[in-house]
């Protein structure tokens, strides 16, 4: 797998945090507060990065799909 940024470090962090805290993924919008980004464009890039690197896949267009791969 190819390597992370920081920002792309945290927000793995994040999700993978909050799976083990609830038992199911966060929506784009908690992941975004979580974070400190405030614009879910932002955060959908980011996402997509870490998805096209192989560290999570998502379904488009459907809320809390967010699995962490490996």
Do not use: C, F, W
């Not at 920002?7 to 793995?12: A, E, F, G, P, V």
């Not at 999700?15 to 992941?31: M, Q, S």
């Not at 997509?48 to 560290?55: A, D, I, M, N």
């Amino acid at each position: 797998m190819q390597v992370l940024t920081e920002r792309q470090q945290q927000i793995l962090n994040a999700i993978t945090n909050y799976i083990n805290e609830k038992g199911y993924p966060p929506t784009v919008r908690e992941l975004a507060d979580m974070v400190g980004i405030k614009s879910s464009s932002t955060l959908h890039g980011h996402l997509r990065r870490l998805e096209k690197k192989g560290y999570i896949t998502k379904e488009k267009g459907k809320p809390r799909t967010i699995t962490i791969n490996g």
